[in-house]
């Protein structure tokens, strides 16, 4: 006779099990941001390595491979360091601009509705007393976050070896653990996953450099200085959806107004940016990654939120890709379709059809041979 549980035991213990994984995974976080970061690089990299493996001996395709996704990070990393440098270099006449541009706003607001402006010496001490609390803090974080960069920055490509390296262990330890009837349909399902996580991360990383391209541009034509710095800081904003095109445009727009005076300018910025955002959600994004993996907007907010309320700046980063993951799971898995049903859009069902650029980025990936195979 099958005992069946009580509704409230098995919600009691599924609670419990939440609880518990959340405690997991903040506990080792140390273990396991590396290894997301490392399973991510190493279903990116898989395709290339295997495409070098037909030329070469496996250890150095992987080698090769994992070299030059070093190579690419470094020069995006000094781009972008050198953008940051020179910027904080013209802090001071920013901040010279900055004063001159809030006396005249005092001066207007005196004018128009007789507000009395406040003391400069107040102002400044003010704004001076909070930028050094700011400053504390950013600096603690900045050297915490940089002494575990440093540590994960030298395991990941080791992870990523291994994973590379041994797949066909792997592979053959899961055979081990799964029957025989099983073992077709599961593989099955695992280069479903493969493939479908794979092309949609790498074409999150191409919409992220196209829209920074594209703002990047759009700041040049404007003459705003620091447009790659502005651009590709925007771009990696795009993962969040709606909200993260605002936060990326607040910044140059704010500079902008500051360094012009023209309140026109810092709303022709904020209109470069709304346009890239308004090509990015209806042409880049559905033509790249298509609907192979679609979460709805709500869905990706949330992961967010509490991928930062786990693993901090690093779980933000991973919240996105982890929950393409699970969709991906979830609509594999028959007992969890309402759940990846609940993760994706709206629009999931009623797939767009692919255009020229899905096509060429296409014929660009087999010309490469970038064809993932199973894991």
């Known amino acids: ?6 509704d409230y035991f098995r919600y009691t213990v599924i609670m419990l099990g939440l609880i518990l994984l959340l405690y997991l995974l903040q506990t080792f976080q140390s273990i396991l941001v590396p290894l997301c970061f490392s399973l991510l690089f190493a279903l990116l990299l898989l395709p290339i390595s295997e495409r070098l493996e037909r030329r070469m001996p496996r250890i150095l395709a992987i080698l090769v491979s994992i070299i030059l996704v070093v190579l690419i990070l470094s020069v995006i990393i000094w781009l972008l360091s050198m953008q940051i440098m020179n910027f904080s270099e013209e802090m001071k006449n920013i901040s010279d601009k900055l004063l001159v541009f ?52 030298t395991l990941i490509p080791i992870y990523i070896f291994c994973m590379l390296y041994y797949r066909d262990h792997f592979r053959r330890f899961i055979f081990q653990c ?39 541009i759009g700041l040049v034509i404007m003459g705003v200085p620091y447009a790659i710095f502005f651009g590709a ?33 810092a709303v022709i910025v904020i209109g470069i940016f709304t346009f890239v955002q308004f090509l990015e959600g209806n042409f880049i994004t559905p033509n790249i990654t298509g609907s192979k993996v679609s979460i709805n907007p ?21 919240s996105i890709p982890i929950i393409a ?25 009623a797939p767009a ?23």
């Open 353 to 375: 059809k692919p255009g020229f650029l899905h096509n060429f980025l296409q014929r660009i990936k087999n010309m490469f041979g970038f064809k993932p195979k199973d894991i």
């Open 1 to 6: 006779m099958e005992l069946k549980l009580p």
């Open 233 to 265: 800081f925007a771009s990696i904003l795009t993962i969040i959806p709606y909200i993260g095109i605002l936060i990326g445009a607040l910044l140059p727009a704010m500079f902008t107004l500051v360094q012009t005076g023209s309140l026109l300018s």
């Open 102 to 153: 809030v006396n005249k706003v005092q001066q207007f607001l005196l004018q128009r509705f007789g507000i009395q402006p406040t003391s400069k010496n107040e102002l400044l001490s003010k704004n001076l007393t909070t930028l050094q609390e700011t400053g504390t803090r950013f600096l603690g974080s900045t050297i915490s976050i940089t002494t575990g960069a440093l540590s994960v920055v």
């Open 178 to 216: 799964i029957s025989r009837d099983k073992r077709d349909a599961f593989m099955t399902t695992m280069d479903n996953i493969q493939k479908v996580v794979a092309s949609y991360i790498s074409g999150l990383m191409i919409v992220i450099v196209i829209v920074a391209i594209l703002n990047t």
């Open 298 to 318: 709500f869905a990706a907010i949330l992961a967010l939120i509490i991928g930062g309320q786990i693993w901090g700046a690093t779980g933000m980063i991973l």
């Open 325 to 349: 993951i699970l969709k991906v799971v979830f609509d594999a898995y028959e007992p969890l379709n309402p759940l990846g049903f609940l993760l994706g859009d709206v629009n999931h069902g």
